[in-house]
């Protein structure tokens, strides 16, 4: 359940003719989810309703918005997360009218390391990727759950109407916005060059907060609120092609064997033994053969690392004003 798309908070930069970030791709329609992916531990959204049905406010009314944040495992760590700044961050409303609450999150379908690094199933001569996002909106807001360890501060308030507007977007964007990505990549520390942003828990939230204001919600501007990124540090990222470009019948056979060796070094459920020896594994690629296989838009890119190789922050961005 966390981090990081497209709230862009730096221009768009074209370097060597293309164009960075590179866009997110939409989808048309959310495509059946592989049933494979269904073995995950933990259930989606186990309080929201299954057909994804939200809520209808009165156009007099008028809502609340909160900003909600939590360590991301709390559930299994506790608050260790927190002391690092990985939070999960989600949004609460409340009705003035009714005086019930209402709580909307965005993460992944199949659990965050599935939607990180996929699977290599014996039999199956490409990547198995369970990396599906979706929004989950249900009745009431865990005071206990978000304060606790992390916070829930109250930024911002809605019409009844314009909440209704947004709940529009909410139902169009959760059929397109399908594929959750992880890592956000930059040239470097300065984040001058962004070569993609990542599709998580805190980008949606950004969106969905740029979303809100453009249907007239109006923000607390002395409030600050930051989100957790983690980000990868590299040249230029290079286009490989899609899973039949690089693993079909013409495909690139080299590459195709370089690639699923590389993702078996990430497989759960492993021995300590090999977490240890597939760590040992991952450095060499990444320091002694230059390679970090990245997928993207329904394509893999190859990232060329380097130092400092990866950041954690904590980056604070302010409301939007419409």
């Given amino acids: 359940m966390f981090f990081a798309f497209l709230f862009v908070a730096t221009s768009l930069s074209p370097v060597g003719g293309t164009q960075y970030p590179i866009p997110y791709q939409f989808l048309p329609k959310r495509p059946p989810s592989n049933p494979y992916c269904d ?40 608050d260790l997360l927190a002391n690092f700044k990985i939070f999960h961050d989600a949004i609460g409303f409340r009705s003035r009218a009714t005086g019930l609450n209402y709580t909307l999150e965005w993460y992944e379908l199949f659990e965050l390391f599935n939607c990180t690094f996929p699977h290599v199933v014996p039999g199956t001569p490409y990547p198995v990727w369970c990396n599906e996002g979706a929004t989950c909106f249900y009745d009431g807001i865990d005071d206990r759950h978000w304060s606790e360890n992390g916070s829930l501060v109250l930024i911002g308030n809605i019409s009844g109407s314009d909440f209704n507007k947004f709940i529009e977007w909410l139902h169009r964007d959760n059929d397109s916005a399908v594929y959750y990505i992880t890592f956000r990549v930059a040239q470097d520390p300065s984040l001058s060059t962004i070569y993609i942003e990542p599709w ?55 590459l195709a064997k370089s690639m699923m060796a590389f993702y078996s070094y990430f497989q759960p459920h492993q021995s300590i033994g090999n977490y240890f020896k597939h760590l040992v594994d991952i450095l060499e690629y990444v ?8 997928w993207y838009n329904d394509e893999y890119w190859l990232l060329h690392l380097h130092e400092p190789y990866f950041g954690l922050s904590f980056d604070f961005v302010p409301f939007p004003k419409h």
């Fill in 200 to 254: 998580d828990c805190s980008s949606f939230v950004l969106r969905a907060f740029d979303h809100l204001a453009s249907c007239g919600a109006v923000f607390n501007g002395s409030v600050a609120v930051n989100h957790t990124r983690l980000t990868l540090f590299s040249r230029p990222p290079i286009p490989l092609g899609n899973t039949s470009e690089i693993f079909g019948p013409q495909g690139n056979q080299t």
């Fill in 287 to 294: 320091l002694v053969q230059d390679k970090f296989y990245y």
């Fill in 39 to 78: 073995r995950a531990l933990f259930p989606f959204c186990p309080t929201g309703d299954p057909t994804g049905k939200t809520v209808v406010a009165a156009d007099n009314d008028t809502f609340d918005i909160y900003s909600l944040q939590a360590p991301v495992w709390e559930f299994i760590t506790g």
